[in-house]
């Protein structure tokens, strides 16, 4: 189901600066381009995140800026353009924690915004909206520093968790618990 905080992103059309419109006859997220019939995709970004499990304990990290500055969140971030999902999961990995890993199964794919988390979709910003892979992975080597927009990382058990940014991380870690994965 579309939102209504999802039609009409965008006004105007990236190659030709024209007026967007919705086409009727197309899907509502597909806003046309009234001048040269470009068609505006909207959708989701894609995202990656690291789960490394160390005695029992995950590792997160804490976040240096932003809206969500001081939560803590599992390391990871967006794939950039013609970016490997793999590759991207261990660059974010390494900017942010400083290790080295390699990718040893996906744990689990969530769609940020989607129906099944309604519960959530009051504190998610609708506006981007996210369809994130989540790896299960192991150190290779490295020195464990915070880096890049985090600014402290550390690995917790399930009670020690601090306060998570986004709903979706409560929802693996709660998932990482239940299958005994974490203490
Ligand atoms: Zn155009």
Known sequence: MIGV??????KYCPK???????????DISKPVCTSCGFIFYQNPSVGVMGILIRDGKVLLGKRRQGSFKGQWCFPGGYVEWDEDVYEAARREFVEET??????????TLLSDYG???????????????NVIIWFLVKEIDGKLVAGDDIEEVEFFSF????????PTHDIVLKKLKDEHLIL
Do not use: K, W
């Open 5 to 10: 905080v999802s039609i009409m992103r965008y």
């Open 16 to 26: 030709c600066g024209g007026t967007l419109s919705l086409n009727e006859n197309r």
């Open 98 to 107: 400083g290790l080295n890993i390699t990718i040893t199964t996906i744990y």
């Open 115 to 129: 129906c099944i988390y309604d519960q959530f979709r009051s504190i998610h910003n609708l506006e981007q909206q």
């Open 159 to 166: 009670n020690e968790v601090p306060v998570l940014a986004f």
